[in-house]
């Protein structure tokens, strides 16, 4: 499978919980972005990377999230503290420079 | 602040038939535009963009009319059938820096046999 890959596709948690996610770009592709979306909504940007480095973060990451792509691979978003409003869908896109940018099935979170 | 509109909310058209999903953007900065179809528990995956040099661009039974003066584009779906039904999302960004994509909220198209 040569597209996106996300793990885990569903994460069922309790409030107060930590979660972390996966998420594999596409091979050689130099951009990486977390995007979230919401029941009836459209995906919001949450960060992006260019190779391992993070370039902008949303003003919706609050200080419970971070993310990190060590060595340009494969990236990880984790939610400390987990509300019940974190529940959503968490998506990943990959890009290779200034191209189309393909999107993961997404790990949907559910925060009990 | 919303800044791509999308609208209708949802659509319904027999087999054959032409759904027409409009968007509206306010970022004059926005040079692409492109348009995402997402089936139930899966990742949005591209169908078709443009850029605003362009009044139109067709690839397939898909079609975009862009209309840079009112800042308005609009998806237009010819012989539509019911493996088309989903929901679409149009979208925007600006070339340069990250090229985060801004999205509309989503018009969910059931096409009926």
């Known amino acids: 499978d040569t597209g996106v890959s996300q793990d885990p596709r569903h994460k069922i948690t309790k409030r107060g919980q930590n979660v972390t996610f996966r998420c594999d770009p596409i091979s050689e592709h130099n951009r990486l972005y977390w995007y979230r979306q919401t029941l009836g909504q459209g995906p919001e940007f949450l960060t992006y990377?260019?190779?391992?480095?993070?370039?902008?973060k949303s003003r919706l990451l609050s200080d419970r999230f971070s993310a990190e792509r060590p060595k340009g691979s494969f990236s990880t978003l984790e939610i400390q503290r987990t509300e019940q409003g974190d529940s959503a869908m968490y998506l990943c896109?990959?890009?290779?420079?200034?191209?189309?940018?393909?999107f993961g099935a997404g790990t949907r979170l559910s925060v009990l | 602040q919303q800044q791509v509109k999308q609208s209708p909310q949802s659509l319904i058209v027999q087999k054959g038939g032409i759904p027409i999903i409009n968007c509206a953007y306010e970022?004059?900065?926005?040079?692409?535009f492109p348009w995402y179809q997402q089936f139930p528990g899966k990742g949005p995956a591209l169908l078709i963009a443009i850029r605003p040099d362009v009044s139109e661009k067709k690839e397939g039974r898909f079609t975009i009319s862009f209309n840079k003066s009112a800042k308005q584009f609009s998806l237009h779906i010819m012989d539509s059938q019911p493996g088309d039904s989903a929901t679409y999302f149009c979208?925007?960004?600006?070339?340069?820096?990250?090229?985060?994509?801004?999205f509309g909220k989503g018009t969910k198209l059931t096409v009926n046999p």
């Open positions: 896109a990959s890009s290779l420079g200034e191209n189309i940018q393909y």
């Open positions: 970022n004059t900065a926005f040079d692409y």
């Open positions: 979208a925007a960004h600006a070339l340069g820096g990250s090229e985060k994509l801004v």
């Open positions: 990377f260019q190779n391992e480095a993070q370039l902008e």
